[in-house]
């Protein structure tokens, strides 16, 4: 089990860049494929960015691709995502996700994920 506090989410005009940072708790981190998420009310939780273990392989949602970039530094047990070019639409609730895997895979869907964060908020005005 590991506990996932996001930080980083406020209002940004709209072409602004935001860097989101999760930190997890435990000494098992780098065992750990990592995940962000967004959700807006009334829609399911969308998948956004996934890095691997060792974070040599990362995958994006078409949404994001070339304006988000995932990363992780497994010293400081510590996954982030930096968001440029946002839009208006980029608006959304984000979440962390972790879950343990014994190779070094992304994964992408939420039902794979066991762990989660409490949420930030991004806001992106026009």
């Known amino acids: 089990q590991v506990q996932l506090v996001e930080s980083g989410g406020e209002l940004v005009q709209a072409g602004g860049s935001l860097r989101l940072s999760c930190a997890a708790s435990?000494?098992?981190?780098?065992?750990?494929?990592m995940g962000w998420f967004r959700q807006v009310p009334g829609k399911e939780r969308e998948f956004v960015a996934g890095i691997s273990r060792s974070g040599g392989r990362t995958y994006y949602s078409d949404s994001v691709k070339g304006r988000f970039t995932i990363s992780r530094d497994n010293t400081k047990n510590t996954v982030y995502l930096q968001m440029n070019s946002l839009k208006p639409g980029d608006t959304a609730v984000y979440y962390c996700?972790?879950?343990?895997?014994?190779?070094?895979?992304?994964?992408?869907?939420?039902?794979?994920?066991?762990?989660w964060g409490q949420g930030t908020q991004v806001t992106v005005s026009s």
């Open positions: 996700a972790a879950d343990p895997r014994p190779y070094n895979v992304v994964v992408t869907r939420q039902y794979d994920y066991h762990n």
């Open positions: 435990g000494r098992t981190f780098s065992s750990y494929a």
